[in-house]
């Protein structure tokens, strides 16, 4: 399992939250998602053969268009 944590610059609400966690958990492969609103920050439990390219998809596809893996 990897740990992946990404910011998503434009999330500012609990609405935000919700559609986020439900973006990344609809991916296949993802085990657990934590998401920190006041920082902006998600992080995400996921198999190997999960693409970080494949989670920031899918934020963006929720509507989310300020996406960055955190180092």
Known sequence: MTIEQL???DM???HCVNAIMQAVQAVP???KVEINLGEKAVRIER???VQVSTL???IK???YEDVA???
């Open 12 to 14: 500012a609400c609990q």
């Open 61 to 63: 596809a929720a509507g």
């Open 7 to 9: 910011r998503v610059g």
């Open 29 to 31: 492969g993802v085990h």
């Open 56 to 58: 920031i998809s899918a």
């Open 47 to 49: 198999s190997e053969d």
């Open 69 to 71: 893996v955190l180092v």
